[in-house]
């Protein structure tokens, strides 16, 4: 399944933003995954979800589905579920919204999880091992007064696993430098350090470092990164 999930990607974007709501909340995938909907266990038609996001999803050519009527998403032998909160005609179909309520352990979690929308698994597992070294990272202050020059050991939506030979300081924002690499321009990117750990394979430093209010471009080519890396661990 994991390679019919790398098919379907697309691009990241953001979304509407929402009062109080976080800059990494409200990211979302661009996606085309073709899905059975079914109700009450049994199909009723095909779909194809073009949107994902940790809360909800976007159908199309789902046909009429009835507000607050519970479905579920069905891709290879993985259901997802959720309730129809939303449905309206598009271009003479249909499209609808869907809040998930049954994601755990579908072909939707494991998606994101992927894509690295959980933080804490971005923070704590390395990719496939031929990707370390492969991509590049510089950290440095406001005032170029720290520099440090390491790698990326990880990368998802929200922030990345850095890995450098010195702590990085914990108490200020710094500038991170992602690339240039798999042919893609440096991406910049200011975050702030949550933790430092050591990594006694490579004898260096792990640092989870979160990344604050990304604009739209900055998403765009993270998101080309993030394919890529995936990608390239698939291997």
């Given amino acids: 399944m994991f390679a019919e999930l790398l098919e379907g990607l697309k691009s990241l974007v953001l979304g509407p ?5 976080e800059r990494r909340e409200i990211v979302r995938l661009d996606c085309d995954y073709p899905v059975t909907v079914e109700l009450c266990g049994e ?21 009429e589905l009835k507000v607050a009527t519970a479905i579920h998403l069905r891709l290879s032998d993985s259901l997802a579920g959720g309730k129809v909160v939303w449905c309206r005609r598009h271009s003479g179909g249909w499209r609808s919204g869907v809040l998930l309520t049954e994601s755990a352990g579908s072909w939707v ?14 923070f704590t597992r390395r990719r496939h091992p031929r990707m370390a070294g492969a991509v590049p990272a510089r950290a440095s202050d406001s005032a170029e007064q720290h520099v440090e020059e390491g790698w990326v050991s990880n990368l998802g939506v929200g922030g990345a696993l850095l890995r450098f030979p010195r702590p990085l300081p914990e108490d200020r924002v710094l500038d991170v430098r992602i690339g240039p690499s ?13 933790k430092t750990w050591p990594d006694p394979d490579e004898q260096q430093l792990h640092h989870n470092f979160r990344f604050l209010d990304p604009d739209a471009d900055q998403v765009k080519l993270l998101g080309r990164y993030i394919f890529a890396l995936l990608k390239e661990s698939s291997r």
């Fill in 17 to 21: 933003n929402q009062v109080e709501q």
């Fill in 43 to 63: 199909p009723c038609g095909a779909a194809r979800v073009i949107e994902l996001s940790p809360a909800g999803l976007r159908l199309e050519g789902s046909g």
């Fill in 109 to 122: 979690e494991k998606l994101l999880q992927e894509v690295g929308f959980d933080e804490n698994i971005v």
């Fill in 182 to 194: 798999h042919r893609l321009p440096a991406l910049s990117l200011q975050g702030t350090v949550l």
